[in-house]
């Protein structure tokens, strides 16, 4: 029987994208069943004090967040991946940080009507954005960020990770990652961050 995995990602947090590309990875590897998760940052800080200088950039990052949203109701779950594949490309590696430079070609790249890029700026589908953002907050508590992955309905923050591992690496994580969510006692397990995200 395939793993039945939950990942829950904020298509602008270089975290989650590393994370996504490492259970990319073991998908190749593994049989694993991954439902791709809506969350959005400009949410889960809103009423955080937070710097202005990050709380500048929410409308970009809560355009993105609509966009997959919009997408995942109006095309279904299948949408999902592909787009959040086609603008992370563009947004982490790439470097892109003009939304509506990056929103017409991740569109395009995913095969989804262009049309789609107006919901960026509509709040149609926020109660859905807002729900599945809560469905995975609501699995591990209030003060964490993205990603969230759940492994056989087992929820945790993370893993952070930079760069991305590969190979028998990245097969050895997820082996340990799993292990210890296996663990009911287990709640966390953390150190300084040493490095920024390394994309390639």
């Known amino acids: 029987m395939p ?4 990942f829950w990602f904020d298509p602008s947090c270089p975290w989650a994208w590393m994370a996504s590309r490492w259970v990319d990875e073991v998908s190749a590897h593994r049989d694993l069943e ?3 998760h809506i969350m959005s940052l ?5 009423d955080k004090d937070v710097p202005d200088s990050y709380r500048a950039n929410f409308p970009r990052y809560l355009k993105y967040a609509r966009l997959v949203t ?3 109701q109006l095309h279904g779950q299948q949408a999902v991946k592909p787009l959040y594949d086609a603008l992370g490309t563009r947004i982490h590696p790439g470097g892109q940080k003009d939304a509506d430079a990056v929103i017409p070609a991740a569109l395009e790249e995913a095969g989804l009507p262009a049309a789609l890029a107006g919901y960026a700026d509509s709040d149609e589908f926020d109660a859905e954005l807002r729900a599945s953002h809560n469905d995975g907050i609501e699995r591990v508590g209030q003060e964490v960020g993205t990603p969230i992955i759940s492994v056989e309905g087992t929820a945790f923050f993370g893993p952070v990770i930079s760069p991305a ?4 690496q990245a097969l050895a994580l997820w082996d340990g ?12 397990l953390k150190r300084t961050r040493t490095r920024g995200p390394i994309f390639g």
């Open 70 to 72: 919009a997408a995942w």
């Open 165 to 168: 591992p590969t190979g028998e």
């Open 177 to 188: 990652v799993v292990a210890v969510a296996a663990y009911d006692g287990f709640f966390e």
């Open 42 to 46: 400009a949410v889960l800080n809103e």
């Open 34 to 36: 991954v439902t791709w």
């Open 3 to 6: 793993t039945s995995v939950d």
